[in-house]
């Protein structure tokens, strides 16, 4: 049981480069969110999942677009890297919308250049 | 809109001091509170948390925090810290009468313990 997985580690990108963010995680969790961690502003949600096929925006979604076409797998895709984008990005799941509790996966840190 | 603040950015005890870290935030409804721990170059770690019953819930590694719905707080509190406390602290909240994305951090509180 690995729990929640991301791939990859830590990438650099150049400004207007495209890259996709994998989260996969093996814990049958319905809900999956990628956030972005920027130092004194703690997490804020980009977009969440509550299901396959579903994606919704959360706080800051420009610039970024999801998939879920698997259960067990949520996409984060940047299609023109700025360097605003420059974080750390995690990837949580959580089992539903009453049992809260999210499991974090171990970030992604991404700097653009 | 709904918002968590932390009051200290960056806290810095001694072996064995006591800690408290304070967590308030602005919706008036019910609510879940959580606190999560992130040790440096790691991923987020669920620390404690709040549903509903005894508003003193305890966590992991010696933690505690204390719901008091009338100020709107979750502080989370350690007796005694250790060296390997350091780390930095989120709270989050989480509405309940509400799905997805109202799940909203705190800005964090780094806590640095000293030898």
């Known amino acids: 049981n690995a729990g929640v997985t991301q791939t990859p580690k830590f990438r650099v990108l150049k400004t207007g480069q495209s890259m996709t963010l994998l989260c996969a995680q093996d814990m049958n969790h319905e809900y999956m969110y990628w956030y972005r961690q920027d130092p004194g502003m703690g997490l804020r949600l980009i977009h969440y999942?509550?299901?396959?096929?579903?994606?919704a925006k959360g706080e800051v979604p420009d610039g970024y677009n999801v998939s879920r076409l698997k259960k067990q797998n949520f996409l984060l895709g940047l299609e023109s890297a700025a360097p605003s984008q420059t974080s750390v990005y995690f990837c949580a799941s959580s089992y539903g919308a009453r049992v809260e509790t999210q499991y974090f996966g171990p970030g992604t840190r991404l700097l653009v250049l | 809109a709904q918002s968590v603040s932390q009051h200290n950015h960056h806290v810095i005890l001694s072996e064995a001091a006591s800690l408290e870290l304070g967590c308030n935030y602005s919706y008036g409804g019910t609510v879940n509170l959580f606190w999560y721990v992130q040790y440096p170059g790691q991923h987020l770690q669920l620390l404690l948390k709040?549903?509903?019953?005894?508003?003193l819930v305890k966590g992991i590694k010696g933690f505690e925090a204390e719901f008091i719905k009338s100020k709107f707080s979750f502080n989370l509190r350690k007796p005694s810290v250790q060296w390997s406390d350091t780390a930095e602290y989120f709270c989050a909240v989480k509405r309940r009468d509400n799905y997805g994305q109202n799940f909203v951090f705190g800005p964090g509180t780094r806590l640095s313990v000293l030898p």
């Open positions: 709040y549903f509903s019953g005894d508003p």
């Open positions: 999942s509550v299901g396959e096929g579903t994606t």
